[in-house]
């Protein structure tokens, strides 16, 4: 694997455990945060599945492209 694929395979799996760890955080609380802005965007537990997820396919993707 390339330099750069192991990169950003380090870097997904570090966003990987941060999700994990939101996930965990708003599921415990109970409580759903938002998005500064002008428009308020609710984010819930599913939210950061989803995106753990994708990275998660993403960094299997990348792992087998080589």
Do not use: Q, W
């Amino acid at each position: 694997m390339s330099e750069t694929r192991r990169h950003v395979v380090k870097f997904l799996e570090k966003e990987i455990k941060t999700y994990r760890a939101l996930c965990l955080f708003f599921s415990k609380t109970g409580k759903k945060g938002h998005l500064a802005g002008d428009k308020s965007i609710l984010i819930s537990p599913t939210y950061y599945k989803d995106r753990m997820m994708e990275a998660k396919r993403l960094v299997s993707d990348l792992k087998k492209s080589n």
